[in-house]
């Protein structure tokens, strides 16, 4: 049976840890830079025009600046801007105060498609 040894053995590399050590590294305490998360940036900007548009041309439509004959695509228009604006307004605007650096404002509160 072989024999225990106390020190660093020569076979295997090991050494003895230090007794003095606290247990931390400096790295654990210093924030990961964070990334700009552009995929999903520029989607909430364009998730925000095309509601704004869809929103716009509905709202034509239900107030008659555009003929009647398209009235029939009135509540699609508005339903469907209406689900892109709301997200798309939301995540711009925490890209917007990221961007400027608010306090409880980051990109860490995005979805990120970049991974």
């Not at 225990?4 to 590399?13: E, F, L, V």
């Not at 840890?17 to 606290?22: A, C, E, I, T, V």
Request: glycine share 8%; aromatic share 16%; proline share 4%.
């Amino acid at each position: 049976m072989a024999q225990r040894r106390d020190g660093a053995s020569s076979r295997t590399g090991y050494q003895r840890l230090s007794q003095d050590d606290s247990g931390f590294i400096d790295a654990q305490f210093k924030a990961p830079e964070t990334r700009i998360p552009w995929k999903s940036v520029w989607f909430a900007i364009v998730l925000l025009v095309i509601g704004t548009v869809l929103l716009v041309v509905g709202s034509l439509l239900v107030t008659g600046h555009i003929h009647e004959q398209y009235s029939d695509r009135t509540w699609p228009l508005l339903i469907l801007g209406a689900l892109m604006f709301i997200p798309g307004s939301y995540h711009s605007y925490i890209c917007y105060y990221a961007f400027k650096g608010y306090e409880g404002f980051s990109f860490e509160n995005i979805p990120s498609f970049d991974d």
